[in-house]
């Protein structure tokens, strides 16, 4: 599944990126989201984008399809560490 399925208030944590641009991916990495990275979305707009998450110890906004290239797997509250 990709971070886009995701609603808010759902914690996930990254598996991975969907192939693709390379330059893109290293730009995601930098912001601190690379595989084994658990975040909560925090809110999503009503049109779905953006999306808001919380990361590493702040907040972070993505558009939809920034999101859709990162690859999720859900994750319980009591899972998170």
Do not use: C, W
């Not at 990709?2 to 290293?26: C, D, P, Q, S």
């Amino acid at each position: 599944m990709t971070m886009a399925e995701l609603k808010a208030g759902e914690y996930a944590e990254i598996t991975g990126y969907t192939l693709g641009n390379a330059a893109y991916r290293a730009k995601l990495l930098a912001l601190g989201l690379t595989r084994g990275t658990q975040f909560k979305i925090i809110n999503v707009a009503p049109l779905g984008d953006p999306f808001e998450l919380a990361v590493r110890g702040y907040h972070l906004s993505l558009r939809k399809d920034e999101v859709g290239v990162i690859k999720v797997k859900k994750i319980g509250k009591d899972e998170v560490r």
